[in-house]
């Protein structure tokens, strides 16, 4: 995620996404003939910005044509954030960047649906929080227009030029804030725990309700059962650690000034598999109510259970001729019993390092692993392991000579975080053995 001031920095991604009203002449525009095609940019009829510093609001911006008999393509969305300098700091998604002038925001629609059909809403949206000494009463706007390729007549689309009025008004709204929960543990495997939450509204307005979301490491497991929540078990994926998630929807009425609390706090029970546990706390208001400050809607609080995660390596030995390509596969293993992860750093839990036999060298290397050296090579491991996850790295060795007793190394070097809950740190190291002969 990046973001910036108008003017100063690259944009960048907005964390939380909202659907904002579509301009009712641009909907209402007279379909397009047989022959021919228009496109059009889905835009906010205005946007109301609270003057209150730091205060977020949201708007959308989609790009649509009107003939579904043409497919346009490589469509791009200019907007011109140019009055928003000083005002604002503005967020937008990844697909979009700054233009030269630092004034621009030119985003990348690719295939542009048609609105009968493909067209399945805004592709971007715009977040703006404002800034320090902004008067009340300021008019401004957001130009934008957009162009794409067809294979339709004339073989470029381009939009009408249109804006989006924003005004900066003291706007009364809720500001919700979330306390954040004090750390728990250590505590057995098997434990029941509570991890109470507290929500402030600081702003100048009611919230009609809020909704709660809790996303839960794989170590845990939610026992709450509020009729309100509904819990997604953690499900192990190729790409992604385990992550669970509890998602509540409360009536409760949070008045300016009042702090309240859920009708039961949140009841969890440390897995066998558990040990350096996290909650990740959110909370928006409902109704589709702008949050004043967004920055106090997120906390978490850490779960630590008395446990181990025993990591290991696996050698291998081979046989084979002179001149021969043989494959070593060497290998990781989490014996746990519990999981271990880098959630916070994404740094990998543990790299190999392989030290080729002598006689030997290497003709192709998997793909996580790269040379130290004409006979060392070094394997980066993910950042989490599951309990009895097995990492093969297959090497495809050539035996150039025949060395009597040519044995390598395979060594792991866990994280220093991990390292002080491995039982057996004797198992982190592994032979490599070729057996050749003429």
Known sequence: MRTLTARRRRLGAS????????????????????????????????????????????????????????????GVLTLDLSDLAGVAEVSLPDNC????????????????????????????TLGLRT?????????LSIGHHAEAETDGPGG?????????????ESVPSPDLALTEPAPVGPVDPGTSVTVPVTVTNKGDA????????????????????HPECAWTPPVPEAE?????????????????????????????????HALLERLDVRIRPLDGAQDRNTEDNFTSTSITVENTADFSVQGAEVTGVAGERV?????????????????GSGDAVGTITVEVPEGTSVVSAPEDCWALGSTTYRCELRHWALPDDRIEFPFELRI???????????????????????????????????????
């Open 156 to 168: 470029v689309l381009s939009s009408h030029r249109g804006s989006t009025p924003v005004t900066v």
């Open 15 to 74: 964390a939380l996404f909202a659907a904002t009203a579509l301009s009712a002449t641009v909907l209402g525009a007279t379909p397009a003939s047989a022959a021919s095609d228009m496109l059009w940019v889905a835009s906010p009829e205005g946007v109301t910005l609270p003057v209150t510093p730091g205060s977020y609001q949201e708007l959308s911006f989609g790009v649509y044509h009107d003939n579904d008999s043409y497919r346009v393509t490589n």
């Open 97 to 124: 960047f700054l233009s030269e002038s630092g004034t621009n925001g030119v985003c990348d629609i690719g295939e542009v649906g048609d609105i009968g059909g493909t067209y399945d809403g805004p592709q971007v």
């Open 327 to 343: 494959t070593a596969t060497i290998g990781f293993l989490n014996r746990g019993p519990a999981w271990f992860a880098n959630l």
């Open 206 to 225: 009611a919230a009609e309700g809020f909704r709660l979301e809790v996303w839960n490491t794989h170590g845990l497991e939610f026992a709450t059962d």
């Open 240 to 272: 992604y650690p385990p992550t669970g998630k509890l998602d509540c929807t409360f009536d409760t009425v949070v008045e300016p000034g009042a702090t309240v609390t859920l009708p039961e706090p949140l009841r969890l029970t440390t897995a066998s």
């Open 400 to 438: 150039d000579r025949v060395v009597p007793n040519a044995i390598g190394a395979v060594t792991l070097q866990a994280s220093a975080r991990q390292a002080p809950y491995d039982p057996q740190p004797q198992n982190a190291h592994a032979e490599l053995v070729v057996n050749a002969s003429e």
């Open 131 to 139: 800034m320090e000494g902004v008067p009340a009463g300021a008019e």
